[in-house]
């Protein structure tokens, strides 16, 4: 059982910058690749970013440009750097562990976050304009 558990969350003005952090309980690289979501107020949850085993990355339109994706060496530890906030990113984080090579489906199959097999209980983010 992988267990996920969230950090970094916290308030902060529009321009600013975060840095999200998923402590990992288990080695998940060869079995799944993970995964940021967000559920904003009044709004579905959406896939933000993820990260699979081989080092493939995807991101919303919405976040391209501003949110990194990564993992430290151990795979133990997911990261999500956020700059360049906006009050829209306002949400819940959720970290997720997904089926290997899920990556490119966050943005697509995998959006909602129905389908994914681990979550975290979230860390808040709140942006100020």
């Known amino acids: 059982q992988v267990q996920l558990v969230e950090s970094g969350g916290g308030s902060v003005q529009s321009g600013g910058s975060l840095r999200l952090s998923c402590a990992v309980s288990e080695y998940t690289s060869s079995s799944h690749c993970m995964a940021w979501f967000r559920q904003g107020p009044g709004k579905e949850r959406e896939g933000v970013a993820a990260i699979d085993s081989d080092g493939t990355t995807n991101y919303a339109d919405s976040v391209k440009g501003r949110f990194t994706v990564s993992q430290d060496n151990a795979e133990t530890t997911l990261y999500l750097q956020m700059n360049n906030l906006k009050p829209e990113d306002t949400a819940m984080y959720y970290c997720?562990?997904?089926?290997?090579?899920?990556?490119?489906?966050?943005?697509?199959?995998?959006?909602?976050?129905?389908?994914?097999?681990?979550w975290g209980k979230g860390t808040p983010v709140t942006i100020s304009s």
């Open positions: 997720a562990a997904g089926p290997p090579y899920c990556a490119l489906e966050i943005t697509t199959r995998l959006s909602t976050g129905y389908g994914m097999d681990y």
